[in-house]
């Protein structure tokens, strides 16, 4: 049980490190972490955090826009 937690732990941290690379998309990452399907990395990573890898990258997407306009209001 502990290595299956740990191997879904480290599949989440290389998800997120891959959600972050705009040169890959989510078929991409999901072949990349052993997933045939999209559907089934879909279906892991709104078990691991809540979101949808879509909803994630949308998160971030917001999250990188409100950190240009504070920049760019200083």
């Not at 705009?22 to 052993?34: E, F, K, T, Y």
């Not at 955090?49 to 200083?74: A, F, I, V, W």
């Amino acid at each position: 049980m502990k290595d299956s937690a740990t191997a879904h732990e480290r599949s989440r941290q290389f998800a997120d490190a891959y959600l972050g690379d705009p040169r890959l998309n989510i078929v991409d990452i999901a072949m990349l972490l052993g997933y045939s399907e999209h559907s089934a990395f879909t279906r892991a990573y709104k078990h691991w955090t809540g979101r949808t890898p879509q909803q994630e990258l949308e998160r971030r997407m917001r999250e990188n826009d409100k950190l240009k306009e504070q920049m760019e209001s200083h």
